[in-house]
């Protein structure tokens, strides 16, 4: 179990998405949710996302995984860094239920690092919040203020960016965390062999949004309005201001009718950028399946990353899973909501469902997805 030492509602007022912080002793008696040799094995298989960075004297160097072995690194001048641990390591899901006082919409995985002294990435700037959670070892970080940064080098491309003088220069150990909001350029440098877990939090960008919409559109044939006018300008090559603002304002009538954008709005945030560990079964299991299951004593459990999201308002009915619908019509509101926040359904719960054919249905469907299991 892993509880947080400081007033989460306090730091969602004064410092989400506002400003950085280092909150020191975040953790008691913090304990690694996973040893380096355990990542290092992640970092072999070929589903996971994984990748090296070196430090060089002119820069960094990016391997990317799997990898088969680690010797040639040597013993410093290197990090490894895993992506979606939460997915494909279960024991790690309870350091992320710590940050749940924030949504799971906005939750985009675990990143676990192993480093070794002098290992770093380089300064950089994130789209995105993180949360930095110090394991084993020690590493120091410095984090820049806000404003117009340059690319290093002037490399366009580059997802770093000059050195910058910084507003925090900290030494981070066991059980501290730093908060890093969007746009503050940051840099690590390791101390000692280190492991660190960078929590992140993303929200759609503009472009997302757009093509998603684009996309369901088109899928489900709609969005076929026309512009119309009744006042033409005479002058041949001119489009009026009025016009202009007209062709716009059919995007927002799309945007503001929750037929248009709904559906379209759960699938999006509840997709996952990293692969999930499905494991559905061979022979899709039967309703009486579930409940001769469930009389043996079975809960069920939702594998590691998937979302499972309800948007208020929502007449349709729906869950959205994994960018998929689900159906839950007929289903109470309470219970629906319970599927929706909870990663782990009893079997006091289950076999007050079974009672109910459509719930016996629904979990036979999340279980033949593979997105929800068996466990004792």
Known sequence: MYTLNFDTADFTREYWQKKPIVIKNAFN???????????????????????????????WNVVQGPFEDYDEYGEDGWQLLVQAVNHWYPESQPLVEAFRFLPDWRFDDLMVSFATPKGGVGPHIDNYDVFIIQGE??????????????????????????????????????GDVLYIPPGYPHCGETLTLALSYSIGFRAPSQQELLTEMADSLIDNNLGKQRFTSTEEVANKGFVSEQQQQGMMNLLTQLAQDPNQYQTMLGKLLSQNRFELDLNPFEQPISANDVIEAIEDGASIQRIGGLKVLKLEADKQAQLYINGEVVTVAGIDADIVAIIANEHFIDQDSLLKWSQQPALVKLVAQ????????FSE
């Open 137 to 174: 070892g020690k590493r120091r970080w410095q984090v820049g203020n806000i404003g117009n940064h340059q690319q290093r080098g002037g490399d366009k491309n580059s997802p770093l960016v000059d050195d910058f003088e910084p507003i925090i220069d900290v030494v981070l150990t066991k």
């Open 366 to 373: 999340l279980i033949n997805q593979g997105w929800f299991y």
């Open 29 to 59: 008696d913090f304990e690694d949710p996973i040893s380096a040799d355990e990542l290092a094995g992640l970092a072999m298989e070929e589903d996971i996302s994984s990748r090296i960075v070196q430090t060089q004297a002119q820069g």
